[in-house]
């Protein structure tokens, strides 16, 4: 079990999750939490025992110095966090960790029964793959919930999805198997620029993170960061003619399947997004 340091009493808390591995194309999605963790001061009140749940000949410990001086190894884990963002009427809870090498379940429902400790009433995880997508395009963000007010309310489509999973996808069946109301996004990054980190698919899912919690997020430097990674991948287009080609194949196959009223909504989205933003700043 993980033990939780400190039980703090929270308001209303909602989880948000990812996990690096093969959940987590060029680092996207882990981005997001490692970046609320950041700009929110999380606090870090418990971890997952790696012993149980983790290979390390695959994923093996780093050795390294502390803030002392002092030589220390540190093992790979899943970490829990907590924080109370000023711009949120309700705490959140942080999950960031790895995902495991063995004893999916197990892992799965020591998680889940810490954020039940904690009162959790929203799980929400993220995901990122990699595809066929340009990088001059907005990145497309799918998503899924196990509860219909919410798939109404978020405007999702069922997952038609048969295939592979990754922790994501256990977690989110086990919110189901438990009643416990999940939802989960995942952002497409353009394959040929699989590399981390790519920041304008952090971005997306902070887009929808934003819709969801119905409040605007601080996004630092990631706008400025995800404008300079476009023009990075531009540079690289303009330098490699085959490349180059493919972007305006993919940017073609995009433009004439996307139907006009998607395109439409996701306009109106973010419209919505940059008045509330714009609200928070008065």
Same mark, same amino acid.
Not at 25 to 47: C, E, N, P, R, Y
Not at 73 to 95: E, F, G, K, N, Y
Not at 186 to 214: F, I, M, R, S
């Given at each position: 079990?993980?033990?939780?340091?400190?039980?703090?009493?929270?308001?209303?808390?909602?989880?948000?999750?990812?996990?690096?591995?093969?959940?987590?194309?060029?680092?996207?999605?882990?981005?997001?939490?490692?970046?609320?963790?950041?700009?929110?001061?999380?606090?870090?009140?418990?971890?997952?025992?790696?012993?149980?749940?983790?290979?390390?000949?695959? &994923?093996?410990?780093?050795?390294?110095?502390?803030?002392?001086?002092?030589?220390?190894?540190?093992?790979?884990?899943?970490?829990?966090?907590?924080?109370?963002?000023?711009?949120?009427?309700?705490?959140?809870?942080?999950?960031?960790?790895?995902?495991? &090498?063995?004893?999916?379940? %197990?892992?799965?429902?020591?998680?889940?029964?810490?954020?039940?400790?904690?009162?959790?009433? /929203?799980?929400?995880?993220?995901?990122?793959?990699?595809?066929?997508?340009?990088?001059?395009?907005?990145?497309?963000?799918?998503?899924?919930?196990?509860?219909?007010?919410?798939?109404?309310?978020?405007?999702?489509?069922?997952?038609?999805?048969?295939?592979?999973?990754?922790?994501?996808?256990?977690? %989110?069946?086990?919110?189901?198997?438990?009643?416990?109301?999940?939802?989960?996004?995942?952002?497409?990054?353009?394959?040929?620029?699989?590399?981390?980190?790519?920041?304008?698919?952090?971005?997306?899912?902070?887009?929808?993170?934003?819709?969801? /919690?119905?409040?605007?997020?601080? /996004?630092?430097?990631?706008?400025?960061?995800?404008?300079?990674?476009?023009?990075?991948?531009?540079?690289?287009?303009?330098?490699?003619?085959?490349?180059?080609?493919?972007?305006?194949?993919?940017?073609?196959?995009?433009?004439?399947?996307?139907?006009?009223?998607?395109?439409?909504?996701?306009?109106?989205?973010?419209?919505?997004?940059?008045?509330?933003?714009?609200?928070?700043?008065?």
């Amino acid at each position: 079990m993980i033990e939780i340091e400190d039980l703090p009493d929270l308001v209303d808390p909602v989880v948000i999750a990812a996990f690096e591995g093969w959940n987590d194309a060029a680092d996207a999605a882990s981005s997001v939490v490692d970046h609320l963790i950041k700009v929110w001061g999380a606090t870090t009140i418990g971890a997952v025992d790696p012993e149980d749940f983790y290979d390390f000949q695959v &994923n093996r410990p780093h050795v390294g110095s502390d803030d002392r001086g002092h030589r220390r190894v540190t093992w790979p884990s899943t970490q829990i966090s907590v924080a109370s963002p000023p711009d949120l009427d309700r705490d959140v809870i942080l999950v960031r960790g790895i995902e495991p &090498n063995m004893r999916w379940r %197990q892992f799965t429902a020591e998680i889940l029964a810490a954020c039940d400790d904690l009162g959790a009433e /929203l799980v929400i995880t993220l995901g990122a793959l990699l595809a066929d997508t340009p990088h001059t395009r907005p990145i497309p963000v799918t998503g899924s919930a196990t509860e219909p007010d919410l798939v109404d309310r978020l405007r999702l489509e069922p997952s038609t999805y048969e295939g592979p999973t990754g922790i994501v996808g256990v977690v %989110q069946d086990a919110c189901q198997r438990l009643d416990m109301p999940a939802v989960s996004y995942w952002a497409a990054v353009p394959h040929y620029v699989a590399q981390p980190p790519c920041p304008k698919a952090t971005l997306a899912l902070l887009g929808c993170l934003e819709d969801l /919690l119905e409040a605007s997020l601080p /996004l630092g430097d990631l706008p400025e960061d995800a404008k300079a990674w476009e023009r990075g991948v531009d540079e690289l287009s303009r330098e490699d003619e085959e490349i180059a080609d493919y972007v305006r194949a993919l940017e073609e196959t995009r433009d004439t399947t996307e139907l006009p009223e998607a395109s439409g909504d996701a306009i109106a989205r973010e419209f919505e997004r940059y008045l509330k933003r714009k609200e928070d700043e008065v």
